[in-house]
């Protein structure tokens, strides 16, 4: 199962957003990385349009290969590109456990997927891209609901607000997915129309 294992404050510095969320690095040194990241950099429609698709890629946790599938697959689809594609890579298990509040980062979502702490309508799933459905009921596992993480989920359960589309029972560590979610209530920093162009070239 790849995945980008590098430093992903490097990635926020050279993209210019957190990807991980409250990074206190990326706040120590709003400036790109390198020799020359306080230097002038030179605009252009290309470079605009990768920095967007390299946003939503590590923002995501996804590699290049899988996200051309999902941007393909969103081009298949009915309604606006872009936004299909921000809809499918929200709708990720791994996502879904992140804005729920059951963990902390997306990459702590991720690890929390693949130990097969859930199940999705009473079946074991650990496999971070399983694309969620309406109607969907994301339960964790009885024999994990005791461990650390999920002590400390119940316990600081508010402290992040959770979508619109999402319901989370705290006290039963469920999380009901009641719609898909519009673009209007995907928060994610993306122009998605310049990922769009990238791929339609």
């Known amino acids: 199962m790849a995945r980008y294992t ?12 957190d990807l991980i969320g409250e990074d206190k690095a990326y706040e120590r040194r709003p400036y790109p990385p390198g020799q020359h990241g306080r230097g002038r950099q030179k605009e252009s429609e290309y470079r605009l349009q990768l ?13 290049e290969k899988q996200f ?3 941007y393909e697959e969103a081009n298949r689809r009915q309604g606006r590109t872009g936004d299909v594609l921000l809809q499918l890579l929200e709708s990720r298990l791994d996502n879904v456990v992140y804005r729920s509040g059951l963990a902390r980062t997306r990459r702590h979502a991720r690890q929390l997927v693949v130990h097969g702490h859930f199940t999705v309508n009473g079946r074991k799933v650990n496999v971070p891209s399983y694309q969620v459905a309406l109607h969907d009921v994301i339960d964790v596992r009885e024999k994990s609901r005791e461990t650390t993480p999920f002590i400390i989920a119940r316990e600081t359960h508010g402290d992040r607000p959770v979508p619109a589309w999402l319901e989370v029972i705290p006290n039963q560590l469920r999380v009901l997915v009641h719609q898909l979610p519009s ?8 122009q998605e129309q310049l990922i769009v162009e990238f791929y339609s070239k």
Do not use: F, M, N
Request: without cysteine; aromatic residues 8%; hydrophobic residues 20%.
């Open 6 to 17: 590098g430093p992903l404050t490097k990635k926020s510095r050279r993209l210019g957003v």
């Open 183 to 190: 673009r209007q209530q995907i928060d994610t920093p993306v």
């Open 68 to 70: 051309r599938r999902y």
């Open 51 to 63: 920095h967007e698709k390299q946003k939503a890629r590590y923002t995501y946790g996804v590699l």
